[in-house]
């Protein structure tokens, strides 16, 4: 399958099923556009037709360099994997991430949090004793099979309210490394309200990332994640984030400024370049995830302007791109040469297989997003999973189970997207919630975009250097 | 080439035979896109 498409003054080829991607000038992108269905004297002639001022020599010589293309297996490839050599449902069952609901508990009242405002859906408000995630990092290494590099991501609710559990179950992941043969990789999602030097020190030193909330502008944040008492946030956790950043990036550590972009602020690329302008180098800012009937859920009438904001984020980090001012933006970030193998590509991000949510009372659901619905709920970290039927649904779920992704060009990588979303909107976690799937593709193309420009400017870079 | 600069040449039906091990980080919407192999 072959995708085109044109964006910021570049036509894009992408081969979808090789990975493949190609900049092209004008005729050799109409000739594409044409190669399946016509002969290459038919090309030569329509495409002449069009630009009469280029030579039928030279038409041709685009068509050779399309040819080459095919030739060598990276432009009209097929799908050479589907049927024939993939069976997700034997895949072996190993988990090798966990996601720690440490406190089901929260000091903001955020109105979209999937959390319930951190009550998570009628479950009472609670912190996770130590045993029980001592007993959740057991489980994971027992169920890792051969896997050395294990995840445990302390989430929330918001996790610094139970910061010392925190420390003593990072402290009992070093102690069991070496002896299980393991290598934990901890991480943490806080809204910043509890940051302290204490806090900053530890997680400089444990926390391989943090994903600190911060939604951009000071209007839009504290409109949406306010106090109990509903005063904004906004004023007491900048200058904790800005500070806990600026000594991650010092020290070359990861971490990312989060925010989520609702019906309310439709001009999200406003709320990225706020926080590029105070010095994030690292942001994403993602479409809420919420039900229709809220009045904060994006709408399909908001589709259009969202997608010109992508458009214009994008055009913006090509001009800041080698400046003072670039900047990272999550959704932008793709790997064009390198990137995991096919079967990651495919099976996406293992929710319910590879990936576990805890709950602070030691039941295990799909992910964090399913969290307090039981019909989701697949066992505990002492028991191992008993729902041996909904890990088989889930393990079972890939591109191909999803007939959507059939004819997308982007599935390789979006993996067919987030299934929790699919559930909250179709009722199946193999549905296709419409919305997330045209930002997705449209932020994809976006980001292959961005690289073209990165490779021109570079290319510019080398040329003046000569 | 003249009329084609390729971002990529990268062929993934290749790593159907080299892929698998399950060592590379989990990702959710890193995302699959930009995350790296670890095997």
Redesign the interface.
């Known amino acids: 399958m072959v995708h085109q498409y044109r964006q910021n003054g570049y036509n894009i080829v992408m081969d979808v099923d090789s990975g493949s991607v190609h900049v092209v000038d004008d005729i050799t992108y109409d000739i594409i556009s044409l190669y399946s269905d016509h002969t290459r004297s038919e090309i030569a002639e329509i495409v002449k037709e069009k630009y009469s001022s280029v030579s039928k020599d030279e038409i041709l010589e685009a068509y050779s360099e399309v040819q080459a293309l095919v030739d060598d297996g990276t432009l009209f490839t097929h799908d050479v994997v589907k049927d024939s050599i993939i069976d997700f449902s034997k895949r072996p069952n190993v988990v090798k991430a966990l996601c720690l609901n440490i406190a089901h508990d929260c000091n903001l009242r955020c109105k979209y949090c999937f959390a319930d405002e951190g009550a998570y859906h009628g479950q009472k408000r609670m912190l996770m004793p130590f045993e029980v995630g001592k007993q959740a990092l057991d489980f994971l290494v027992a169920s890792s099979g051969s896997r050395v590099n294990l995840e445990v991501d302390f989430f929330g609710g918001e996790p610094l309210m139970n910061w010392d559990v925190v420390k003593r179950l990072v402290e009992y992941g070093r102690s069991i490394e070496k002896e299980k043969n393991k290598k934990f990789r901890f991480t943490l999602t806080t809204n910043g309200v509890l940051l302290n030097d204490e806090i900053m020190d530890f997680c400089n030193r444990e926390m391989k990332n943090v994903v600190l909330s911060i939604d951009g502008r000071k209007e839009v944040h504290d409109m949406m994640r306010p106090f109990p008492n509903g005063s904004g946030s906004y004023d007491t956790i900048i200058p904790k984030i800005r500070e806990f950043a600026r000594r991650r990036e010092e020290l070359g550590l990861e971490y990312y400024v989060r925010g989520t972009y609702t019906h309310h602020n439709t001009d999200f690329s406003k709320d990225v370049l706020s926080l590029a302008d105070m010095g994030f180098h690292e942001i994403s800012v993602e479409p809420v995830v919420a039900p229709p009937e809220m009045d904060y859920a994006i709408t399909e009438d908001d589709v259009p302007k969202l997608l010109s904001e992508y458009d214009a984020l994008a055009a913006e980090m090509v001009k800041r791109y080698k400046t003072d001012r670039e900047f990272n933006f999550f959704h932008f970030m793709i790997d064009l040469t390198g990137g995991p193998c096919v079967y990651k590509r495919l099976s996406g991000c293992g929710s319910g297989t590879e990936y576990l949510a805890v709950t602070p009372d030691g039941d295990l659901y799909p992910c964090h997003q399913f969290v307090g619905n039981k019909d989701f709920l697949m066992g505990n970290v002492w028991d191992g999973i008993k729902n041996t039927e909904l890990r088989d649904t889930f393990k079972s779920c890939n591109v191909y189970s999803k007939p959507a992704c059939d004819d997308c060009f982007a599935r390789y990588y979006c993996s067919g997207g987030c299934q929790a979303n699919a559930y909250n909107f179709t009722g199946s976690v193999n549905g296709q919630y419409e919305i997330g799937c045209i930002l997705q593709r449209k932020r994809i193309e976006s980001a292959i975009m961005i690289k073209a420009a990165e490779a021109d400017i570079d290319g510019e870079e080398d040329q003046e250097g000569k | 080439?003249?009329?084609?600069?390729?971002?990529?040449?990268?062929?993934?039906?290749n790593?159907?035979k080299?892929?698998?091990c399950?060592?590379?980080?989990?990702?959710?919407?890193c995302?699959?896109?930009?995350?790296?192999?670890?095997?």
């Open positions: 080439m003249k009329h084609i600069k390729s971002l990529s040449t990268r062929k993934l039906q790593t159907v080299t892929g698998g399950g060592e590379c980080q989990t990702s959710c919407q995302t699959v896109g930009n995350q790296s192999c670890e095997h």
